[in-house]
């Protein structure tokens, strides 16, 4: 299906009348003639209601054209590209996997000259017509190159520039890509040799799925890991290679950040693994409140480094919960003020709804509420957990 028929004006005021209603119901209804294949104007309308919280930026441009919903699905949030832009700057920067261009719109302002490699005829094309379209809003600076080509075939041809970006496939080779470099698409570990030669240095945005003490290694010159959570959800990591220094590197910095909705940095927490490593931390029963690290901090690991950090102590050296009696300033996660403590038995427990989070403890929340006639809600979090002497607890806490 053709892109540019999308840009009819009849097509265009039928996705903008239809913006707001339900795709599935629209989908059982007749579809318009408007010599546009209806699939394709309800996948528009589809993505553009995602675009609205996750591209507002896009969503507003004049013009502009949405990449297919399975494109748009990897594509990176207007707050996630605004904060990886502000890692990169320069002269020359190269996108090896452009894809929809969200990452690459952001990442080209701090750059003299952009260019945006894609190896898909269809996605080049229209990422071509949407790179014209915000430069003529002005958007974007008239420094943007397109190229339709595959990025493994094109890399012996790049000049040598200040950053190269790679956002790999991550779906072609099933959920194994999740885990590791060399099942994405292009194959990163392959081209990593090569790329080294090309550039300064080099960002990769991976899954979060991936071990970050794995990829370190695999990448070997690593010198920063940003784990990056917005709206309460770990979104992306991405790793910072220095080309200028190809010793080997076992020990970058660790960074967890929690951005807002315009990509700004709201708290941020960093370690280096080999400062972890020799820390000694303290342990103790439930104090007053019970710490929970962000999603991004518990992907990020640190857990004694944390504890440090803050003046906080560990509930058990496996459960990754913290307890003080007091709330840090700036904490990257939430406090709870404990209520009671029990056993993990129906009969004790005083609340019949609650959240329910289990941490070191052999049960899965489905088991666990079920045993406890728990219901789903309410005012308080119930935090299953190990305790310090070994006993398996409940932790009732208000909700702050």
């Not at 943007?144 to 790049?158: G, K």
């Not at 309410?378 to 702050?400: M, Q, V, Y």
Request: proline fraction near 5%; glycine fraction near 4%.
């Amino acid at each position: 299906m053709d892109w540019r028929l999308l840009l009819n004006s009849k097509v265009q005021e039928f996705i903008k009348d239809h913006e707001g209603d339900d795709v599935k119901v629209l989908a059982l209804k007749k579809a318009p003639d408007l010599n546009c294949p209806y699939p394709l104007i309800l996948d528009q309308i589809k993505v553009r209601q995602k675009a609205k919280i996750k591209s507002p930026d896009l969503y507003e441009a004049n013009g502009f054209v949405f990449p297919q919903s399975n494109l748009y699905e990897q594509a990176s949030s207007y707050p996630c590209a605004v904060y990886k832009a502000s890692l990169l700057s320069g002269s020359r920067f190269i996108d090896l996997t452009a894809g929809s261009g969200s990452d690459s719109f952001q990442i080209s302002k701090h750059f003299v000259s952009s260019l945006l490699l894609e190896r898909d005829r269809y996605n080049a094309s229209l990422l071509e017509y949407n790179v014209k379209a915000l430069l003529n809003s002005g958007y974007i600076k008239p420094n943007v190159i397109i190229r339709n080509v595959d990025a493994v075939n094109y890399i012996d041809n790049i000049e040598y520039v200040d950053f190269i970006f790679i956002d790999p496939q991550r779906r072609e080779n099933g959920r194994r890509a999740l885990y590791d470099f060399s099942a994405c698409s292009p194959d990163i570990m392959k081209m990593l040799p090569i790329l080294k030669n090309k550039a300064k240095k080099i960002l990769i945005k991976a899954s979060p799925f991936l071990d970050i003490e794995k990829a370190i290694k695999q990448l070997e010159i690593v010198v920063q890991v940003h784990v990056v959570q917005w709206r309460g959800e770990c979104k992306e990591v991405l790793y910072l290679l220095d080309c200028c220094d190809i010793s080997k590197n076992d020990d970058p910095e660790i960074i967890a950040v929690n951005i807002d909705d315009n990509g700004s940095v709201k708290n941020r927490f960093s370690y280096f693994i080999s400062k972890e490593k020799i820390l000694d931390i303290e342990f103790s029963s439930p104090l007053k409140y019970i710490l929970e690290p962000s999603v991004s901090m518990q992907k990020a690991g640190g857990f004694k480094s944390i504890a440090i950090h803050y003046g906080i102590k560990k509930i058990h050296p496996n459960s990754h919960i913290y307890t003080a009696d007091f709330v840090p300033y700036n904490f990257v996660g939430k406090g709870y003020k404990v209520v009671g403590i029990y056993p993990a038995r129906a009969k004790f427990l005083p609340v019949k709804k609650a959240d329910l989070i289990v941490r070191n403890f052999p049960m899965t929340v489905k088991d666990l509420r079920k045993k406890l006639k728990l219901l789903e809600g309410g005012e308080h979090r119930i935090f299953a957990t190990t305790l310090w002497d070994g006993n398996k607890s409940l932790i009732l806490c208000a909700k702050p």
